[in-house]
């Protein structure tokens, strides 16, 4: 089974960009849609964007479009969230996980499994 391990979270101003990462270790990770989500304190997690095995295809949620990139190496066996423009909304701890169904799919069912989450916090 994939292992996933974000890391790049951090503190940054608004307006500022951060880059996450999704390194997986003991899977086929070129086979698996992927996708990050973020829970915000006292919310539901929500989903973030998702990218096909090839990496040919994205999808974003409207609060993402325009500003992040989601994007994998699958020969380094990593996904990223280039993330630009930030706002204090965006503030979250940011989860990467393993598709089960198709790159649209948005909730968090169809992903398994999880990394442990980095934060992110965008102050005003």
């Known amino acids: 089974q994939v292992q996933l391990r974000e890391s790049g979270g951090g503190l940054v101003q608004t307006g500022g960009s951060l880059r996450l990462s999704c390194a997986a270790s003991g899977g086929f990770f070129s086979r698996y849609v992927m996708g990050w989500f973020r829970q915000a304190p006292g919310k539901e997690r929500e989903f973030v964007a998702s990218i096909s095995s090839s990496g040919i295809i994205t999808y974003y949620a409207d609060s993402a479009k325009g500003r992040f990139t989601i994007s994998r190496d699958n020969a380094k066996n990593t996904m990223y969230l280039q993330m630009n423009s930030l706002k204090p909304e965006d503030t979250a701890v940011y989860y990467c996980?393993?598709?089960?169904?198709?790159?649209?799919?948005?909730?968090?069912?169809?992903?398994?499994?999880w990394g442990q989450g980095t934060q992110v916090t965008v102050s005003s």
């Open positions: 996980a393993t598709g089960k169904g198709t790159v649209r799919a948005t909730s968090e069912k169809e992903y398994e499994p």
